[in-house]
């Protein structure tokens, strides 16, 4: 049996790109919105478990939660909680709510923008 390939941040992101796009004709507008948040908040979470392993080899398996809170202990403050917020709202927008209007186009670009600022600085 053969180890997984990691997880391509850069793939994840053009997956998003081509989603917010239309590029994929088959699903609906509120389907890609939703496809594309799922993309970013995984290359989010990617990056995270990426600065937390190089910081803290053998890190224990543990909840994405509890590796934002972690963050802080790696990065600055400011990176921490931009990072906590915006793997909120991607989770928000990822998920199907029968009350809730889903994302729109815009706010799913804001928040890629976001999401490509963050993972730079997670990089480094």
């Given at each position: 049996m053969t180890a997984p390939a990691p997880t391509s941040v850069e793939g994840l992101l053009l997956t998003a790109d081509h989603l917010l796009n239309g590029e994929l004709a088959d699903a609906t507008?509120?389907?890609r919105h939703r496809g594309a948040c799922l993309a970013l908040r995984t290359a989010l979470e990617v990056c995270v478990d990426r600065a937390l392993e190089a910081?803290?080899?053998?890190l224990p398996r543990t909840t994405g939660r509890a590796k934002l809170l972690?963050?802080?202990s790696v990065a600055s403050a400011e990176t921490a909680r931009r990072a906590k917020a915006l793997w909120s709202q991607l989770s928000l927008g990822c998920h199907y709510h029968l009350y809730e209007?889903?994302?729109t186009c815009d706010q799913v670009r804001v928040w890629r923008t976001e999401a490509d600022g963050l993972i730079r600085e997670l990089s480094h």
């Open positions: 507008t509120a389907g910081a803290t080899p053998g972690l963050l802080h209007l889903g994302p």
